[in-house]
């Protein structure tokens, strides 16, 4: 046995032993989980002992249940779906707008060409993406895919495109995306903060670590499940077919984890508290008010009367057959007046009145933290945002500090797009339009001279993408200062244009030169034209 596999073998039986369930949800290893039923090492989240802050442990990262967790809490807990549906807002938007811009230089053609042939792939590219038929089940289109791709690189770590090629004839590319749910590839899925790994992922890889082929787990038309092993590159095309996007934090990770994972424990915890806290002050309104009992008698009992929720009517009580059973109901009970379109189970709907002598009705005094419940929940949540990147102003979507204060955590949210954008280009949407532009090439409708070879292919390939503008809370100072970087040189007319509104500068000027032709000339313009000044008066 060589030096490898027996570190393995002493790794997998380290796991295996003395295994116990801790923090939040754990999921038994029939399949895609901890296959010994649960982990020591809170690899799922939690943040008790033998949890994620336990330290001076190296931690096992449980990517299956920090999936399944992840997902939950994006279900249940405001905060957290807030957290990556923010990110998905600003990064994606309405969807990022492609932007080619050909390296004119070493093309050996020239800028207006290269500005032409950008213009014309931007145009068509658009097409495809804004249609339902890039996407193989036709529910989705390419803009609404790279909202889904963010929320799934948030919320889950990490997300999977399977590329499709069709030769039908109503589509406007061969190009079809899917998307393949990462608990289809199957395996026990750890990752070690030691960086040593030694569990299959479901990723087939070489010797340096590239991935090759994906055992994915689909259903056939029996509705039985079987495993499809499905190659990253076709062997004869050379063709994409799957994209794996995640961002590495560890040596030796293989696959990604939920970005929320180290806050998977306070956002439940947090979420515990507000409902707690919600439970109360709905029954402390239930219960408004009570007897106090006089020195000499016990309280009456006000609800004694009280039947199947109803009130026992007086013209019932004084139809008793019995006089002394009559008598007694006229006496004892507190009478009770019924509020008009209102019942028992309605908080704040029963006036209590015929008190015995000496007791009073005392409000009940209402102890739930209602005044400072909201600043408390912000503070915890500050943090929890903080370690994601984003001001809580932002996911909260109010900016009531000064113009300074929010205009900088404005600006900050747009570091933290472009940051994610760059992730979201590297992993998927390069690859995508790679593999479009070459169903484009293939069939005649674009030219790219030199396409084979790589250098020449990246510099056809060059692009950037347009980006959603950034929120603007005082247009005047924007112009202003957009108008003083034109003049400096600093900035151009078409990135003023895309960030204030998206549209393009080009088509901005063009569209204005018509209609600036279309206005109307008054008479007072025509007379200075024709007489070169105003007259004299």
């Known amino acids: ?13 380290w796991l295996k032993a003395d295994v116990q369930m801790s923090g939040l949800q754990q999921q038994p290893g029939a399949w895609g989980g901890n296959p010994w039923g649960g982990n020591p090492f809170g690899g799922d989240g939690s943040k008790w002992p033998g949890g ?4 001076g442990e190296s931690q096992v990262l449980d990517h299956y249940s920090l999936r399944q967790n992840a997902r939950s809490v994006y279900l249940e807990s405001p905060l957290g779906k807030s957290i990556v549906n923010s990110y998905a807002d600003t990064v994606v938007d309405k969807g990022l707008k492609l932007q080619a811009e050909p390296k004119s230089d070493i093309l050996g053609i020239t800028p207006e060409e290269a500005e032409r042939w950008a213009t014309e792939t931007n145009e068509a590219f658009d097409l495809w993406a804004g249609s339902k038929k890039s996407h193989l089940a036709e529910t989705l289109t390419f803009y609404q895919a790279q909202r889904l791709m963010v929320i799934y690189q948030q919320r889950d770590g990490e997300y999977f495109v399977r590329l499709n090629y069709s030769k039908r004839a109503d589509l406007l590319n061969p190009l079809q995306i899917q998307f393949i749910d990462p ?23 070489d010797l340096a670590g590239r991935e090759k082929a994906y055992h994915v787990w689909v259903r056939d038309q029996k509705q039985n ?28 990770q293989g696959r990604g984890f939920s970005r929320i994972a180290h806050i998977l424990q306070n956002l439940e915890n947090q979420e515990d508290y507000a409902l707690a806290v919600l439970k109360k002050c709905i029954n402390q309104s239930n219960v408004v008010m ?34 002394a059973t009559a008598a007694a109901a ?66 909260k979507k109010q900016f009531t500090e000064s113009y300074s204060a929010s205009r900088a955590a404005m600006l900050l949210v747009d570091r933290l797009r472009g940051i994610w954008e760059n992730e979201l280009d590297s992993d998927s949407l ?5 593999m479009w532009l070459s169903g484009e090439i293939a069939a005649g409708r674009r030219s790219a001279p030199g396409w084979t070879d790589p250098r020449l292919r990246a510099a056809w390939m060059a692009h950037s993408w347009a980006s959603p503008p950034m929120p603007n809370i005082d247009p005047m100072r924007t112009a202003k200062a957009d108008k003083e970087y034109v003049s400096m040189g600093a900035q151009t007319l078409d990135r003023v244009a895309r960030n204030h509104n998206g549209t393009s500068g080009k088509s901005n000027r063009a569209k204005l030169a018509r209609e600036f032709e279309e206005l109307p000339v008054p008479p007072w313009e025509k007379q200075t034209q024709q007489t070169g000044g105003p007259e004299d008066g």
Do not use: C
Request: charge should be negative.
């Open 1 to 13: 046995m060589g030096i490898w596999s027996k570190i393995s073998s002493f790794f997998t039986g």
């Open 330 to 395: 006229m006496v004892d009970p507190v009478q009770y007046q019924s509020i008009p379109e209102a019942t028992l189970r309605v908080p704040g709907s029963v006036g209590v009145f015929n008190l015995r002598e000496g007791e009073e009705i005392k409000p009940f005094m209402d102890s739930s933290p209602l005044p400072q419940y909201g600043d408390y929940i912000d503070s915890i949540s500050s943090y929890l945002t903080a370690s994601m990147g984003m001001p809580l102003e932002y996911v």
């Open 290 to 323: 009570f007897n106090k009992p006089s020195p000499n008698n016990d309280a009456s009992d006000p609800f004694e009367s009280i039947e199947q929720g109803g009130v026992v009517p007086v013209s019932e009580i004084t139809a008793a057959t019995d006089p």
């Open 225 to 252: 499940y079987k495993e499809v092993l499905v190659p990253r590159v076709g062997a004869r095309s050379g063709r994409l077919f799957v994209i794996h996007g995640f961002m590495p934090e560890l040596p030796g």
């Open 183 to 205: 608990n289809q590839i199957r395996g026990s899925e750890y990752t070690t903060t030691s960086g040593f790994q030694s569990t299959h992922d479901g990723i087939d890889r």
């Open 430 to 434: 390069a690859p995508i339009y790679e």
């Open 52 to 55: 994620m802050s336990n330290s």
